[in-house]
């Protein structure tokens, strides 16, 4: 990572030499919450929305089927919210920091910060690559008693170096290459 007095890595991939810029994690990607519909109304469950928990994140970079599914209805009825492909769910409290993106749409249960990149700011798999400076953010910004939660109004204060979009997507598919080989 980038320290904070840089404005630039000291090890750069040819043709790129721009600096990086400090911005906040909410001015490139909108953080959502997630929500639980009701368990004891049977309508709305077992539909066909994705509906994700935190013990269903893992060593997956990638999912798109979660255990339990939720119905229209069920979303329409809970602070669930349908999250667009390429979103990172990012798990916010009692294991702060695990993620995965999402393949295709789906929800989440409250456990959830989910990040959302701005496409035309933040590649996916960029900001997913800085999962553990994001749950270092989160443990450190975490509040509770009980267990530390992170906020999505917190953590859209983080901040985070990032380059060019198009060097985002030149890093992300050179660190893909090489996530994809250690999954193998």
Do not use: C
Request: glycine share 10%; proline share 3%.
């Amino acid at each position: 990572m980038v320290k904070e007095e840089k404005k630039a890595p000291k090890l750069r991939f040819n043709g790129y030499t721009n600096d990086w810029e400090r911005k906040k994690l909410g001015d490139v990607a909108e953080i959502v919450g997630g929500g639980t519909p009701s368990t004891t109304k049977d309508n709305y469950w077992n539909g066909s929305i994705n509906w994700y928990t935190p013990a269903e994140i893992g060593d997956k970079i990638f999912i798109d089927n979660s255990q339990r599914k939720i119905t229209n209805l069920g979303l329409k009825n809970s602070s669930a919210k349908i999250l667009p492909a390429g979103t990172m769910l990012f798990t916010s409290r009692a294991g702060i920091g695990k993620t995965a993106i999402l393949k295709e749409e789906g929800s989440t249960n409250q456990g959830f910060q989910s990040i959302i990149p701005n496409v035309k700011l933040l590649d996916s798999y960029f900001i997913y690559s800085m999962s553990n400076i994001l749950k270092k953010y989160g443990e450190s910004h975490g509040a509770g008693s009980t267990f530390i939660e992170i906020s999505g109004k917190e953590l859209a204060k983080a901040k985070i170096f990032l380059p060019s979009l198009i060097e985002q997507k030149y890093i992300s598919k050179i660190i893909y290459s090489i996530d994809d080989t250690i999954q193998l």
